[in-house]
């Protein structure tokens, strides 16, 4: 179960990226100025790219509890990464932990 959960976390917000830029392109292009920043984030920071891209798109630009929420998936992307790496912690033989 927990495979399947990491898996959607991994997959879901590429996609939902990828089917926001096909059905608008323009916004997606338009907000971050360049493919190359949206395909970088596409890439490595999906989650972040994602809220950020729906929390500029607000009646009110970015307020405080906007960039709040940016915050919060730039530390669900980090955290993406480093589950991975504090899954295997048994099997790397530099780790020290208990």
Request: hydrophobic share 50%; charged share 5%.
């Amino acid at each position: 179960m927990g495979c399947i959960v990491g898996v959607f976390g991994v997959i879901l917000p590429r996609f939902t990226l990828a089917v926001g830029w096909y059905n608008d392109p323009d916004y997606w292009n338009a907000l971050f100025s360049s493919q190359l920043w949206l395909a970088l984030g596409w890439l490595f920071f999906p989650w972040t790219t994602l809220i950020y891209g729906f929390a500029i798109h607000s009646n009110n630009g970015m307020s405080l509890i906007n960039w709040i929420f940016v915050a919060l998936a730039f530390l669900l992307d980090l955290g993406t990464y480093g589950v991975g790496l504090f899954g295997t912690r048994k099997q790397v033989s530099y780790y020290r932990g208990t």
